[in-house]
């Protein structure tokens, strides 16, 4: 009840959440006669779903899952259903499981067990009895092992995120739930019905991916369609509770098919930056392991640059002045407000370039800005964030798209639109120091149509200078010494992350290291050391040395390195200036990447400072 109860839903302030029975509306759910798989795109789903009459068929309530239908005697052991992303597949499993919790319905069932194949595919290498992995997931299970004399429901959801192989051709059959073997043993013979028969399994998917699991294996397969005309209005008379705001929200969305199709498509599109962006690899992370970056993440100083001139002096020389530099001379540009305008303005900048050093945190402040705006917690008068790397689209440098064309290749979500105008819609560039295009302003002809195709490049310098699709807004990011790829007059204000004030860092080691005495006992150290200080001015330390495409790696060794002197060794053997680090830092980043790239195992640090001491001796 508590892990389901509680959800994050619309425009939630940071930190709040809303009763999952306060706004949940029943959506429309229907048994799928065939078994085929539908492989048209699922924007196009969307629409003929919403299109079809809901008397066609008969609904299956959320409650009813498990319940025989009409002329049967037996309900289905397994069941799958599927839908298209966004559309509602987890949320009818959190209302399925807290109502059973709340004793609301299905009292019949002694335990529903919910688990996701995210989390399942963390223990690809791992084994485990089927009890043991129920104790490693419900330790408040650990009093039972005969889970053959209770009625049982396992709800795997989010078979498309599986990465597990799901051998069900070449899996040896296993029947004693006490006996361990991998988790995709366990899965198939679960599945399948070899292990456990008398459980009941409810599967989850998107379309494409619901041919991994044999057609034999499903006792029925049922589709969520979404809502019906009169679910839409249910849910936006809950969502929002004043009903003068509700009744005209309905009114205005019933006009408009645009609108109809953007509010799916915004949600599966915020669906899909949410999966990409809120877990991030951060320090020497374990095979398979993540951190959320609503965690750790801390806010950076950004402030606008009033001078248009590039700084041509060395990035780290950049780096050493900008940490002398008070704070308070300058006014602080908050992430969430970079769209808002400045004090003295009326209206917003339409393009924005930020500068920063390598590894100050320029492209993980577009995905904070990314992840706020998916999660509902900022920006909201923004309709489509699309967030675009330089990287990416070199690759596309001999390719012709018309720019609908190019967001559809980037973001399938966003196919049923093709009127981009009608919409509020900011592009994010992230680095353009990485960029192989040639970015001709002056030679590249005019460009106006979103629907007619040319060069990347030519569509990038028309939406960057505002012939394409003007009403966008466009934030690009850069190290300074790019910075003039554009021509200034395109670009509307220049702001710079200068890295992490003084308590900005305090405030950030005592994310990264949860355990207090630790971060105490290291940023006391790091304080000692005016260069050491000076570096962690910067969110990835040493990355101005090696390079950008060690960014991740970089990031990881060194605090990888520093935790583990100090949870091992003695303070006194702790370096205390940079050069004594550098030694270091190239045997542990080479140790790291052979184990992760060539060997294919996990690097513990750890190992390297209990075996042999004399490897860390300075």
Not at 79 to 108: R, S, Y
Not at 298 to 316: A, M
């Amino acid at each position: 009840m508590q892990k389901f109860r509680r959800v994050f839903e619309g425009i939630a302030k940071a930190g709040q959440s809303t009763d999952l029975n306060d706004f949940y509306t029943e959506l429309f759910i229907t048994e799928r006669v065939s078994g085929e798989v539908n492989k048209e795109h699922e924007v196009r789903l969307i629409e003929t779903a919403s299109r079809k009459p809901a008397k066609e068929e008969t609904p299956i309530k959320c409650e009813d899952i498990f319940k025989p239908l009409h002329g049967q005697d037996q309900p289905s052991r397994t069941i799958m259903t599927t839908g298209v992303a966004g559309i509602g597949k987890t949320i009818l499993t959190h209302k399925f499981t807290l109502d059973w919790a709340e004793g609301k319905a299905n009292q019949d069932i002694d335990f529903t067990l919910p688990f996701t194949f995210r989390e399942l595919n963390l223990l690809k290498e791992k084994e485990f009895s089927l009890v043991e992995l129920l104790h490693h997931f419900f330790i408040q299970t650990k009093g039972i092992r005969r889970y053959d004399l209770f009625q049982v429901v396992f709800i795997l959801d989010g078979l498309d995120e599986c990465r597990l192989p799901l051998d069900f051709q070449n899996n040896p059959i296993w029947t004693d739930v006490t006996k361990s073997t991998s988790v995709d043993v366990l899965l198939t013979n679960l599945i399948r019905g070899d292990l456990l028969p008398s459980a009941r399994i409810w599967i989850t998917t998107r379309p494409a991916a619901a041919n991994q699991i044999p057609a034999e294996c499903i006792g029925m397969v049922t589709e969520v369609r979404g809502f019906t005309d009169p679910q839409k209005v249910e849910y936006f008379r809950k969502r929002f509770r004043n009903e003068t705001l509700a009744s005209t929200i309905i009114s205005h969305i019933k006009k408009s098919r645009s609108l109809h199709i953007m509010f799916q498509c915004q949600l599966n599109i915020k669906s899909h930056l949410m999966q990409k962006f809120r877990r991030v690899f951060e320090g020497i992370a374990k095979a398979g392991q993540s951190t959320d970056l609503n965690d750790f993440y801390t806010e950076l100083f950004i402030t606008e640059r009033v001078s248009g001139e590039v700084n041509k002096e060395h990035e780290v020389r950049l780096i050493e002045t900008a940490s002398r530099k008070p704070a308070k001379e300058e006014t602080p540009i908050k992430l969430e407000d970079i769209f808002k305008p400045l004090p003295g303005q009326d209206q917003p900048s339409r393009t924005i370039m930020t500068t920063g050093v390598a590894g100050i945190g320029k492209t993980i402040l577009t995905h904070k800005f990314t992840l706020d705006w998916a999660e509902g917690k900022a920006n909201q008068d923004i309709d489509f964030t699309l967030p675009f790397t330089f990287r990416e689209l070199n690759l596309l440098k001999e390719k012709e798209f018309s720019l609908v064309e190019l967001l559809h290749h980037f973001f399938i979500q966003t196919k049923g639109i093709r009127r981009y105008d009608l919409f509020q819609v900011v592009f994010i560039l992230d680095g353009l120091d990485e960029c192989r295009l040639p970015l001709d302003f002056q030679n590249n002809p005019i460009w106006t149509d979103v629907t007619k195709s040319t060069s990347v490049d030519v569509l990038l310098t028309n939406l960057i200078r505002g012939d394409l699709l003007p009403s966008a807004r466009i934030w690009i990011t850069t190290r300074p010494a790019a910075a003039n790829q554009i021509p200034s007059e395109c670009v509307c204000m220049v702001t710079e992350v200068r890295g992490f004030t003084d308590p900005q860092k305090d405030e950030y080691f005592r994310k990264r290291f949860r355990e207090k005495t630790l971060a105490i006992k290291i940023i006391s150290h790091i304080k000692t050391s005016r260069s050491l200080h000076i570096m962690c001015h910067i969110p990835n330390p040493m990355v101005f040395n090696l390079g950008s495409s060690s960014v991740e790696s970089v990031s990881a060794v060194w605090f990888s390195v520093v935790s583990n002197l100090f949870c091992i060794t003695d303070t006194k053997f702790c370096p205390s200036s940079v050069a004594v680090l550098w030694p270091i830092f190239p045997f542990v980043s080479c140790k790291y990447s052979i184990n992760i790239f060539v060997i294919g195992i996990t690097f513990d640090p750890k190992t390297l400072f209990s075996s042999d001491s004399s490897t860390v001796a300075w």
